[in-house]
DNA sequence: GTCGTTTGTGTAATCGTTTGCACAACGATA
DNA sequence: TATCGTTGTGCAAACGATTACACAAACGAC
């Protein structure tokens, strides 16, 4: 008990302790297991005075479960994805699954990262970055169907996903932009590989084609504040837009400071800014950002509930779609 | 190859294709073992053809190393932890090891959790959390020599832990607000039970009591800009205070936002702000905050010198003291 | 009192690796 | 040629749990 002991005992040793064979200590932390509650009571009392728990590496080997969970994420530093990874990680942790987290973003070798997480027999894998292509992660975690979070239909008919609609919400803010009397788009994109901005990026221009127009400009930050405020003096220094849409809200507000601090420009009236993601950040009073927002706890719901499914043993593959609404800020 | 397949080959399966015994696929993967380098080649030709890797669970149990890092965060919401977390992550993964997160913030029984988390035999446990007991982490990581991040010196003598000191930031700090001729100060904790809170207040109340001064008004929060927010509209509205030193840079930005939009007022010459942690937001245009600012890089670069000297078997205990510097921005 | 069922426990195989030991083949040395 | 060290490989025993199977005791019904 006291933290000195080194080495943990282990059930052999604890069933010579209490006098019992070690099959009836694995009994007694199995739940549903038959074993006479005096003696588990009896072990129950041993182990905790000995500090024995129960070997989950020596228990993943033996059921071929692990109850870990992969997490493939670009980065956790960015807001719009730390706030989603803690809503997962929590309900993760509440059906005593433990999360490995592997950073995609910098990190080389992003295979060989997720090779090396495929070893430890993860349980669930769950996919939230788009630096990984999508049959590479089907390929590597082959034994365990992985969960894709997908802006777009797969074409995989093997992988449960989660896709994530924003025609509709794209459609609705440049309604009401136009109808402000604007007409000169700019894009501000996160990555020039990302299929995720790609779409994003389509369900505006789609919005905009129905009014007969285009964007004008296009520019490629990298998700972050610097990258937003930095692409945005470009832009306005070489064209003539009066509306930047932003690949996400972090970019959104970089974008903004740059034409207010460098251009002098006003929102919403000079240029209107909107992002997408629809983070906490964004409804921050100093921010308060016109944004294409997703329910973070409804996304992370649909992730767990097919976690569940896969759990059940009903494989699937499942399908879950969720659709973007608009957040009215004072930017747009 | 194909993704259909659902079981993993064994070294025993791929033994036999090979024409070889499981010792020898086990040799052939692990680096600096006795075997022919024909035979090498020939076996990895071999396990890429057919998709095996030595399953990590059992080599864990074999090895007593599992390879795995236990993260104990407060969340990776917020910003000031999910900068350091990703650092961390990062480093972890250059040198093959995985983490396992733990969240607390959100987690009703924190103990169960890190007793989970200790059942997979992680060779490593870094607790950035104030809502765990330092005692408790010892003794459910008692096998596994935690890393405890510290804001002050350790009663307990068998644990390494990384001290971090701002008492000369803060003085730094609090000597120019008064030389600027403010003499009114607050402070708006973090969290009533946080240990590091009530050591990061210590530094400025240490400060101002050399100048005879003191803090005249207090209010607690919980690190979010919301209560940041919420708390600095009670505290302008019951004290007459122009100073308003914060928890973290989060709630600084809160405490900022509601002084200039509730109350009218202006950084640094209505009241002054100042936060701690120094965030990449801090330095963003939109905030420029005045902040006690540690440098993450160090500190995570301290945190692995230390999990590399528990690796190569000097398990300490080690100790490496950080200290904060003022970042100047334009609210104080 | 016998039979059948239920209940509780132990024995031993299993999960997929790693590694100490034994041993054969080989080249170098005397 | 006999001896010795080196090299490459296989055998079998761990590592610490879980679980199918077997079996003894207890129990109820007749």
New binding site residues.
């Given amino acids: 008990m006291s933290g000195t002991n080194r080495r943990?005992i282990?059930?052999?040793e604890l069933a010579k302790l209490a006098?019992?064979?070690?099959?009836?200590?694995?009994?007694a932390?199995?739940p549903g297991s038959?074993?006479?509650?005096?003696?588990r009571d009896r072990i129950l009392a041993v182990a905790r005075e000995y500090g024995y728990q129960?070997?989950a590496i020596?228990?993943s080997?033996?059921?071929?479960r692990s109850r870990l969970v992969a997490l493939v994420v670009n980065a956790i530093g960015n807001p719009c994805e730390a706030e989603e990874q803690q809503l997962l990680v929590h309900r993760l942790q509440a059906r005593q699954l433990l999360p490995i987290l592997l950073c995609c973003a910098d990190h080389s070798d992003r295979l060989q990262l997720m090779r090396l997480a495929s070893t430890y027999q993860v349980d669930h894998v769950v996919i939230f970055s788009d630096m990984v292509s999508m049959q590479d992660a089907v390929d590597i975690f082959h034994t365990t169907r992985p969960i894709i979070v997908s802006f777009e239909p797969l074409g995989n008919e093997d992988v449960s996903n989660i896709r994530i609609d924003g025609a509709v919400g794209a459609g609705e803010i440049i309604d009401k932009i136009v109808g402000d009397g604007k007409k000169r788009f700019a894009y501000l994109s996160g990555t020039k590989s990302s299929w995720i901005d790609k779409l994003r990026r389509k369900w505006f221009a789609d919005a905009l084609a129905r009014h007969g127009l285009a964007f004008e400009a296009e520019a490629f930050g990298d998700y972050s504040y610097d990258s937003g405020f930095k692409e945005a003096v470009l832009l306005l220094h070489r064209s003539k837009v009066d509306v930047i849409i932003c690949g996400n809200d972090v970019m959104a507000i970089g974008a903004r400071d740059a034409a207010r601090r460098v251009l002098g420009k006003n929102t919403p009236e000079d240029i209107a800014i909107v992002g997408q993601d629809g983070i906490a950040m964004a409804a921050w009073d100093c921010n308060d950002l016109t944004t294409l927002s997703l329910d973070h706890v409804a996304f992370m719901d649909a992730v767990v509930e097919v976690i569940e499914r896969h759990e059940a043993g009903n494989e699937g593959p499942h399908s879950i779609t969720l659709t973007c609404t608009p957040r009215w800020g004072s930017t747009a």
Same sequence: chains 1, 2.
């Fill in positions: 943990r282990t059930s052999k006098g019992v064979s070690s099959a009836t200590i694995s009994r932390f199995s038959r074993i006479g509650s005096a003696t129960p070997n020596a228990r080997l033996n059921n071929q």
